[in-house]
């Protein structure tokens, strides 16, 4: 806080704070947003890199989250996208065997 005088740690006019808002929103998404992106994903389907990374997971194995997140961070850049996509195609391949197993 200001002083008022020309020296010291806490020279300066004298004035009142006021209070930043914070306006950013990363990383939250609206309602409207996240539907239509569902709606495009059911009308559009899976990328074709994508497809391979449920293939991967379909065929599995031990070390299959390790080579869907290599495969995933080549295509993608970083690693929290390759971690992302890997769990987001493996919520899709839990619903697909889960509407098989309704119908």
């Known amino acids: 806080m200001a002083n008022g005088l020309a020296k010291?740690?806490?020279k300066g006019h004298a004035t009142t704070k006021i209070a930043k808002v914070n306006r950013s929103r990363k990383g939250s998404q609206h309602k409207r947003v996240h539907n239509?992106?569902?709606l495009v994903r059911e009308v559009v389907g899976l990328s074709p890199y994508e497809?391979?990374?449920l293939d991967m997971i379909k065929t599995g194995g031990a070390s299959a989250?390790?080579?869907i997140y290599k495969f995933a961070k080549r295509r993608l850049g970083s690693h929290k996208r390759a971690v992302q996509?890997?769990?987001?195609?493996?919520?899709?391949?839990a619903d697909q065997r889960a509407k098989q197993a309704a119908a």
């Open 36 to 38: 239509v992106r569902a």
């Open 51 to 53: 497809r391979r990374i």
């Open 85 to 93: 996509k890997r769990e987001d195609i493996k919520q899709v391949n």
């Open 8 to 10: 010291g740690q806490d």
């Open 65 to 67: 989250d390790k080579r």
